[in-house]
């Protein structure tokens, strides 16, 4: 109880006195210097961080939005190709169909240049065939003509009767008898 015995013989609770005062000044000042120099090393480089932060945010959000308008253009430039490869398939199975039937075409001009080609040949051959024929039979006619003429001059008929016969078998086996045979 000495501490009771000593605020007994002071007679007050806590002893104000000037170097109380002072100390309580002192201590006060040194804690407003300790929060200035706390703050000053402290809350400048947390205010800088979340300054810093906080626009990192910003940035990243004006970034995300810049990349959704961009990612927006493109989708939009993708659906136009897409709609632009639709219809440049449609033009190239259109073209590929026009060619198609322009080769079709070509195709068959040519079969019936070849197959007029052929018919001609064969006429020509025919033709020719038909001369030669002609040719064989003209030859069979004058070698029976004379064989018939040897007999006749054999046989010692009167001129006016060999003129008649020859006449009549040179009308009967004239152009017309051979050629429709």
């Known amino acids: ?29 040194a804690v407003f210097v300790l929060f200035l120099f706390v703050g000053f090393l402290l809350i ?22 810049k990349d959704k308008k961009d990612a927006a253009e493109l989708k939009d430039q993708y659906e136009a190709k897409l709609a ?10 259109s073209e590929a169909r026009r060619k198609a039937v322009r080769n079709e075409n070509d195709i068959i001009d ?8 052929i018919r ?5 051959e025919a033709a020719l065939e038909k001369e030669k024929v002609k040719e064989e039979v003209r030859m069979e006619i004058i070698g029976v003509a004379s064989a018939m003429a040897g007999k006749i001059v054999d046989s010692e008929m009167d001129p006016a009767k060999q003129e ?3 006449q009549e078998t040179l009308d009967e ?7 429709s045979k």
Do not use: C
């Not at 947390?46 to 626009?55: F, H």
């Not at 632009?84 to 190239?92: H, R």
């Not at 086996?173 to 050629?179: L, S």
């Open 120 to 124: 001609a040949s064969a006429e020509r």
């Open 173 to 179: 086996i004239g152009d017309e008898t051979w050629q």
């Open 1 to 29: 109880m000495v501490a009771n015995g000593a605020v007994l013989a002071t007679g007050r609770i806590f002893g104000l006195d000037s170097q109380l005062l002072f100390d309580l000044l002192f201590q006060g000042v």
């Open 44 to 65: 400048n480089p947390v205010r800088k961080a979340l300054k810093n932060r906080q626009d990192k945010v910003q940035k990243d959000r004006e970034s995300a939005e």
């Open 110 to 117: 040519e079969a019936k240049a070849e197959a007029g080609r």
């Open 164 to 166: 008649e016969l020859l």
């Open 84 to 93: 632009g490869v639709e219809q440049e398939k449609l033009e190239i199975l």
